[in-house]
């Protein structure tokens, strides 16, 4: 793309430009509303807090010098261009329109990672079966509303395929109850 | 020569070829359902890769990345919903084709390109691979660390993103990858006294959470809720004179393709538009264009095919990965316990040459599979996503505890996937993150092998002539996205709603 307008400069970055304005615009009538300047803000500053902290963190570690680099002296670097770039994105980044509101979906998402972080629990302690039918359950009837016929079926279906592909024919040792 | 030969008796073994068959029936397939992209199921399927032998590991993963691209193809044109970001231009004249019975014309024009393109590309990265590899045998540290820099740099510049969200990531990335045992010096970094931690984060781990878990998540919330209704697919086949107006679309759209590709950060989306952009600035009747023109349809999906083959050029002769879904291509070979880089030609060339013959033979199935049996994948359209959401994410966490038999690595994957999924709410792309975490080691390393070398003078970067080089086009690409930047302000001063949605694309 770069030399596209370079070489060109009038006429086929134009139709490039247009065409990506055209594609945006298509991409744009999926999306939920953009954010506005304060998750730019956030986002800004949570990237730049990284980047203090790996810089305090890689001084420590020690710097060392160009000729005998400690191990510190590699990532202090990377976390001043963080710091930096942070800088930038929060001078510059305000008025972006790239990023997504939260809404009242976003709970559908939350509920999913509930469901992930409890198999991860459960998985060592009652084997994968019973937290893999839960979760088929959860995403299925209540994340995804199909009917409480068809979450059954694929439920059960899913957790058999699953047991006889781990267990049978990959021969990998899962946590398993039955 | 005889390697190469070799290469067509590694793929012929029906093992392999099996898996050259799964892997491109998989990409096709996520390739057609919107939600999960190449790079993401890629990550999702690296704990099974590691069970299989390494060549067909990654036959079928290339078979992933490169069957997407056709699959892509088919929502674009029967649903007007791209499946992929490269076959989204195809879009405009796809579905208008489609609205007047033309699907099935399209959908096969889509396909010829598509294999035509690629094959292009194949025999080109078959006849160059091994002259650049050759090149770059001789590279030292410097040349390393200067490649594996710009890389890091273009990926994060011409990919998609704001180009700072983008630099921000690829730096967080590199920070990661920094996590554990120094291995200069053995101390502990950013490990926080973890047992766990101590040897650094696992790529895979942090691949799938970024990519997988955090698509996953996202797409609950994007509600690709319900199954829609493709329209009818007739006549696949195009007419003669349908064929004689691509024609000349197809042969651009493969050179394009090739030279994009090759470009990191370039790849399939870009090449796709500048293919699509030159059909309608050279066409005597642009005004077609958007209302059903043959050439809109062949161009782009000829040189998204071509891109994505191409794109395989930096990874197998430099190990320098072009893109997001050959960072986990990188990543599945170094599990594998294969280095990916110029050496891979000689000590593996079962595995080089297996994996590109894999090529040809993935492509005609492809062909195959999108000619006669594209009204199978048609009907795919039809089952609901909610009923594949639960299942992606079964494969998910099961297959990333059984990379170490760790619940720990679960719980570091849904770190990673909180973390891809919010980064997506604030605009921040994952695939420059995970690139420079995966080329992060490498970096590292060659920068502090080089500085040795140099007895601590950084001015050696410079005077060194191929690593010079390279740094000068680093600047090159640094500057100019701020040159143009500056440049465009100065034209229109006020940056109006068109900048802003560009933005968004990028």
Redesign the interface.
Known sequence: ??D??SRAGG??GD???E??????????E??PPA?GPA??V??GLV?LA?GVL?AV??HG??LG????????L??FV??A??IA??V??LV??R??????Q?SR??V??LV??A???G???L??VIG?EIP?LL??VV??RF????SWR?TAA??VG?VAA?YAL?LYG?G???PHLF | MDAFLDGFAVVSQPENLLYCLIGVLIGMLIGVLPGLGPAATMAILLP?VV?VDPVAAVIMLAGIYYGAQYGGTITSVLLRLPGEASS??T??DGYALAKQGKAGTALGVAAIGSFVGATFSIILLSLSAPLVAGWALDFGPAEYAALALLGVLLIAT?GS??P??A??AA??G??LA?VGR?S??N?Q??SFESMQLADGLDFVVVAMGLFG?GE???N????H?KAHVPAAVNNIWPSRKELRTAAPAIGRGSVIGFFLGVLPG?GAV?SS??A???E??ISKTPERFGRGAIEGVAAPETANNAAATSSFIPLLTLGIPANASMAMLFAALLVLGVTPGPQLLEERPDLFWGVVNSMYIGNVLLLILSLPLVRIFVRILRV?P??L???T??IT??GV??IN?S?FD??VM?AF??LG?LM?????EPGPMVLAFVLGALL?NN??RA?LIF????TGFLTRPISGTILALFLV?AL?PIV?AVRHRRRAPV?DE?T???????
């Open positions: 793309m770069s596209e307008h006429g086929q139709i490039l430009a065409l990506e304005a055209e594609v945006a615009h298509e991409l744009e999926q999306r954010g998750y730019q956030v986002a990237t990284v790996g963190l890689a570690y020690g010098s160009l000729r005998r680099p400690g191990p510190g590699w990532p990377i976390s261009v963080i770039l942070s930038v994105l510059v980044g008025r972006l329109t790239d990023s997504e939260f979906s976003s559908l998402p999913g990672l469901t992930f972080v198999l991860a629990f998985l060592p994968f893999a979760l088929c995403w299925l994340l995804g509303g199909e068809s694929v439920s899913t699953f781990f990959l990998i040792p899962l | 099974v069970t989204v231009v879009v405009f011409i993103g704001h700072v969200k630099l921000i730096s967080i590199l920070l920094t120094d200069f010096s101390a970094r950013f878990v996953i998540l996202y609950l919330e994007e509600r809720g370039g870009m538009l500048a699509y952009a030159t309608k600035r609901r909610a009923i959401a639960p299942i994410a079964l966490i099961l505890y059984t038999n619940t679960i719980f849904i996937g909180i999924y997506k709410k604030v605009g921040f590292e920068v502090r500085l007895d601590g003078d950084p690409a100019f143009q940056p068109t802003q949605r560009e933005d968004v694309l990028r």
